[in-house]
């Protein structure tokens, strides 16, 4: 598993580089955004330092802010020696023909813990727990003092047992446990079974544990600027509204966990797949508050060769979309690539996602999805280092991996390399992979941690972005920044809060990176004194609210970032 630092990942020499435009029809690489990163450091001696200190904020977020999803989850502690040989390659280890014992209800409230009494699961024995909520997080587990070698899985009865998750030898020894968000709400059978799917008459503890309710889902507000060479719409490099749409849905399916492949994906990893909550809309208002349909078309270079990455640099800057409101995604004729994204921290006028034309539309996930996954600050599962193993994507619940999945047809599953030798072998199907477009299907539970933290702190603009709202208020008018003021800033932790015109009460709220609330205060001065001198040094995040009446039909909100260096 993988628990390193990004700035690891950031010093290794990418070898899966865009190899020398020869045709510009053909695509010798899946993806750029790797390359196109190092070659911004290559121009930028100052962005590793600055992508390493969002790295930083970012896994503090994740292991100690009340909001992450993995903050309660333990990671797994398996050596070499307790994974073991020979399991056959079906879906649930197991069959779905144990001898159901107990019903039990799921817990609800976090922290609660459920077990059937008496608390004794032989092998070859299954719970029925009832009412798993669907976004809910559960531990399921036999971790404990027990008398044999368990195996989980688990098994929707509603569905003619379909198995939906497997584990075996999660925790140290030979005890398993599976986090497990299920994908529709119900009842659902746990199964406990002997090593190799043997029956005994031996106990297992088994624990349900209810480890974390939902998020809101986050809507993000997306604008397409198609690049085109004069076609008219709907032909060549001009697609099509349909096409569009279709790529919108492909994404709202994939990062909602409701697209058709997550039913076909082996239960060792579907298991511990989960909803990104993040939905994407067309934006219907531009940053001036006109009417859009979220489509923009342009006339770019004519009938000249494809666009590289280096040429591309030059078209972004001028039709971009105010990056902290909107996801922009461009698409072109792009050569030798399918896409490319930038990540957070990188330049502001360059930022977005870059798709091939003919790589776009519904079911594109390779593209689409996996760029706008880099978008979200994950990386590649494989690490990039070339098949050595060390490779990091700063995720725990992704199995090593010593090289990208070839886009060659889906591979049998397992698939075993020199960094995953046993079951279940390496996460192909997920969305970070180069599997091809009908193999890959998932995110996992610490993928969506990563995006949490990306969209607490980096991108959390776009969470108060009203591009998709109705009102006719400017998207960039939202943020206020020509009618509130914070200074100095940075400061030694006394700030001064101002505003140009008078409200009748503005509530003030600052949070440090953990979500933590440090300060509140509602206001209806046209100054106000912030006072966070005993607070560190640090970044910090103030949200500026104004009520219903104040602007348009719904509150206001603004996010300023506040820096306190003493």
């Known amino acids: 598993m993988k628990t390193q630092l990004l700035s690891l990942l950031l010093l290794t020499v990418f070898s899966l580089g865009v190899s020398a435009q020869t045709n510009a ?15 911004l450091m290559k121009k930028d001696p100052t962005l590793k330092a600055r992508m390493d200190s969002i790295e930083v904020t970012m896994q503090h977020w994740i292991k100690n802010n009340d909001m992450s999803r993995i903050k309660n989850i333990k990671p797994p502690h398996v050596s070499a020696k307790d994974l073991k040989p020979g399991y056959p390659s079906t879906q649930s280890l197991c069959g779905y023909d144990n001898t159901l014992v107990a019903t039990i209800a799921a817990p609800t409230t976090v922290g609660q813990v459920v077990s059937p009494s008496p608390n004794c699961v032989n092998g070859g024995q299954a719970v029925r727990v ?36 497997h584990n075996d030898d999660y925790c140290s020894g030979a005890q398993s446990e599976i986090y497990f968000n299920p994908r529709t709400s119900g009842d659902h059978d746990i199964l ?63 990062f909602r966990r409701l697209n058709a492949g997550i039913n076909s994906t082996q239960a060792a990893f579907r298991g511990v797949s989960d909803d990104m909550l993040i939905q994407f809309c067309m934006a219907t208002k531009d940053p001036s508050g006109n009417p859009t349909t979220g489509i923009t078309r342009m006339q770019g270079n004519g009938g000249s060769p494809a666009y590289s990455m280096s040429t591309f640099e030059a078209i972004k800057p001028t039709t971009i979309w105010d990056n902290k409101k909107y996801l922009n995604i461009w698409v072109c004729h792009l050569g030798n690539i399918n896409g490319y994204s930038s990540f957070p921290g990188e330049p502001d006028n360059l930022d977005g996602v870059v798709i091939r034309y003919t790589a776009f539309g519904f079911g594109m996930h390779m593209a ?8 979200f600050n994950l990386r590649h599962i494989w690490g990039d280092d070339n098949g050595a193993c060390t490779g990091e994507d700063s995720v725990t619940d992704t199995p090593k991996q010593g090289a990208f999945t070839p886009n060659s047809g889906c591979p049998t599953f397992p698939v075993l390399d020199g960094c995953s030798p046993k079951y279940p072998g390496i996460m192909f199907n997920n969305f970070m992979d180069y599997a091809g477009n009908a193999c890959v299907s998932m995110f996992t539970i610490g993928q969506g941690a990563r995006v949490d933290a990306t969209m607490a702190t980096y991108r ?6 009203n591009g998709c709202g109705n009102s006719t208020t400017p998207v960039n008018d939202i943020d206020l920044s020509n009618s509130f003021s914070v200074f100095p800033n940075p400061s030694i932790g006394s700030f001064s809060f101002s505003t140009k015109e008078k409200y009748e009460k503005i509530n003030l709220s600052v949070v440090n990176v953990l979500g933590e609330k440090i300060f509140e205060t509602n206001t209806s001065e046209k100054e106000t004194t912030i006072e966070l001198k005993d607070q560190p040094n640090g970044v910090y995040f103030m949200k500026i609210s104004l009520p219903t009446g104040e602007m348009d039909s719904n509150p206001g909100t603004v996010i300023k970032k506040l820096v306190i260096n003493k």
């Open 368 to 375: 689409e999805t996996h760029e706008v996954g880099h978008y």
């Open 25 to 39: 029809d053909t695509v010798t690489e899946q993806c750029g955004s790797m390359l196109y990163l190092q070659e």
């Open 460 to 465: 959390i603009g776009l969470q108060t972005s």
């Open 130 to 165: 009832t009412g798993l909520m669907s976004g809910n997080i559960y531990r399921i587990s036999t971790c404990g003092t027990n008398t044999f070698d368990t195996q989980l899985s688990i098994y929707t009865p509603d569905w003619g047992g379909v198995a939906v998750a």
């Open 192 to 254: 406990v079974d002997a090593f190799n799917c043997a029956s005994n008459t031996l106990c297992a503890s088994l624990e349900v544990e209810l480890i974390k309710k939902p998020r809101p889902v986050i809507t993000v507000p997306v604008v397409f600027h198609i690049i085109h060479k004069g076609e008219p719409v709907g032909g060549g490099t001009n697609v099509s509204d349909a096409i569009i749409n279709g790529a919108l849905l492909t994404l709202n399916q994939d």
